[in-house]
């Protein structure tokens, strides 16, 4: 084979390899925007659809994040809604108490630096932004303690803040809502 032949073989490999190449990378590409599609469809994972803003100087001073106001509410509709803050270095309530096979819309803040919320065993996992107010759709089928670290470095105590969640019947749930306030398993 001669110089010229040599030359010519090795850059024909050259472009099949990168031919080979360039359709892995755009069939990578198109699998990533189908799963993201997907997983939005279903609601597993989806961008804010709005952005809340709170003052977290402000927020155990008046409106939605004062103390009377945390913990979980039935609502008229059934569904229920969670309030929740987090802090150096704890939740409050430190025991969140849910109703089984329920819709209910997890709403938190934080009143010092980035924190996070993951409940065990689930999908919600959302991070507590100061100035920001999260919102989690979740739903519970077991009933149980579920651990809820916080899941984002936060200083000093990270390791040591901790929250639990608990589901309880659903009937029983109704039954403690009734006399309306918000509830809480702290200090049960
Ligand atoms: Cu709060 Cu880590």
Same mark, same amino acid.
């Given at each position: 084979m001669s110089a010229e032949e040599t030359h010519q073989a090795s850059a024909e490999v050259a472009a099949r390899v990168e031919r080979r190449w360039a359709t892995i990378a755009v069939i990578i590409v198109v699998m990533m925007a189908l799963l993201a599609a997907f997983a939005g469809i279903h609601r597993a994972t989806m961008p804010q659809p709005r952005v809340e803003t709170i003052d977290p100087a402000r927020i155990?001073?008046? $409106? %939605?994040? =004062? %103390?009377?106001?945390? &913990?979980? =509410?039935? %609502? +008229?509709? &059934?569904?229920?809604? !969670?309030? +929740?803050? $987090?802090?150096q270095y704890s939740f409050t309530p430190a025991c969140? !108490?849910?109703p089984a096979d329920t819709p209910i819309t997890l709403r938190a803040t934080s009143a010092d630096v980035v924190h996070g919320i993951l409940i065990q065993a689930t999908n919600v996992n959302t991070m507590l932004v100061p100035g920001y107010i999260s919102e989690q759709l979740m739903r519970f089928t077991r009933i149980g303690d579920y651990l809820m670290p916080c899941q984002e470095f936060c200083s000093f105590g990270h390791e040591g803040m901790w929250g639990k969640v608990k589901v309880i019947d659903k009937a029983e749930f109704a039954d403690r809502a009734k006399g309306g306030g918000r509830l809480s398993c702290v200090g049960q």
């Open positions: 155990h001073l008046s $409106g %939605e994040f =004062v %103390e009377g106001n945390l &913990g979980s =509410v039935l %609502e +008229a509709n &059934g569904t229920v809604t !969670v309030r +929740a803050i $987090g802090q969140i !108490v849910v």
